[in-house]
């Protein structure tokens, strides 16, 4: 492996690979993992998309490289959200994904978030530790006699459609609502489902900017919130929406500018999937208040518990 730059172990997760750019990850490494992956999965195509991050081309250039190198197909999805590039593979049956985001990181990182058939993700015990296993032997490196190609695949409208088949539009309220995009992918992927919506938005922070000029697409730290709970007050919204940077994952604020917790909307969520799927199982983490399994139990769910982590 002479010549090769040596990966840090460090960047591969519980359920993603995320370092910094460019010291642990850069166009060299993306283009290890892959290859790596491609040969770990044995897919005909994986689709790809990106964030905002400043990185993201490079490493979705030399991703998608080493994926062709071994034969296999790159499905092209350009910038999205993370849950656009599950529904991606769901929907169109490809055999692999990976989401090139760093999530709620600081603007140096960047990462692969990574799925097999069926959106089901790979994690730190069941795929990813078998692609760095393949990156450390070398044996990612033998190439494909036949290369692959790279096609482009548009999936805002059919995305915005699946979004609003979870809703009954004709009972949602005209409510006014801040939403901070946080200069994330919500800027992008809300606007073809807030269209359809009666409700009043005022958006925050809409444009894409991997530099992240006005704050951190993290809304878990409450400093982040603060533009968000003053622009409520000046508008006298309902309520408000902060999204992380590759918006799959929100936090709601009351009128009053207080943070709603996870585990409340998680309640919320498990009401309306038991109201139309009766004696469902539901699982929930393990950071969640008793109130979660007491509401799912009243419903007539059965509340299972599990560790952190979408992976897991």
């Known amino acids: 492996m002479k010549g090769i730059m040596a990966i840090d172990p460090s960047i591969f997760k519980a359920y993603d690979i995320r370092g910094t750019y460019p010291n642990q990850l850069n166009g060299e490494i993306a283009y290890q993992i892959g290859a790596a992956l491609a040969g770990y999965l044995k897919p005909k195509a994986i689709a790809v998309g990106r964030d905002m991050r400043l990185s993201g081309v490079e490493l979705f250039d030399n991703l998608a490289r080493g994926i062709n190198d071994q034969g296999v197909d790159v499905i ?14 769901g929907k ?6 990976v989401m090139i985001t760093a999530s709620h990181n600081p603007k140096e990182y960047n990462g692969f978030k990574i799925c097999r058939r069926n959106a089901e993700p790979l994690s730190g015990q ?28 548009d999936i805002g409208e059919e995305y915005a459609e699946h979004c609003l088949s ?3 539009i004709a009972k949602i309220k005209p409510y006014r609502i801040v ?33 992240f000029p006005n704050h951190p697409a993290s809304p878990i730290e409450l400093e982040n919130l603060v533009d968000l709970q003053k622009k409520i007050a000046e508008t006298k919204a309902d309520f408000g929406v902060a999204f992380d940077g ?28 038991l109201n139309k799927h009766r ?25 299972i518990r599990t560790r952190v982590g979408h992976a897991i």
């Open 76 to 89: 092209d999805l350009g910038l999205c959200s993370t849950d656009g590039l599950y529904f991606a593979v």
């Open 92 to 97: 169109f049956g490809y055999e692999g994904g």
């Open 126 to 153: 069941e795929g990813l530790n078998q692609v760095l296993k393949s990156i450390q032997d070398g044996t990612y490196i033998a190439k494909s006699p036949s290369r692959g190609v790279i096609a482009r695949k």
């Open 166 to 168: 979870f809703v009954d």
């Open 279 to 303: 004696g469902e199982t539901v699982l929930y983490n393990l950071i969640c208040s008793r109130a979660v399994p007491e509401l799912i139990t009243k419903m007539g769910g059965t509340p």
């Open 246 to 273: 590759d918006a799959d994952r929100m936090f709601l604020v009351d009128a009053f500018g207080r943070q709603l917790g996870g585990d409340m909307v998680t309640a919320l969520v498990s009401r309306a999937l």
């Open 179 to 211: 939403i901070d995009a946080g200069n994330g992918m919500a800027g992008l992927t809300l606007g073809p489902v807030l269209e359809k919506l009666p409700t009043r938005v005022t958006p925050l922070y809409f444009d894409l900017d991997g530099s």
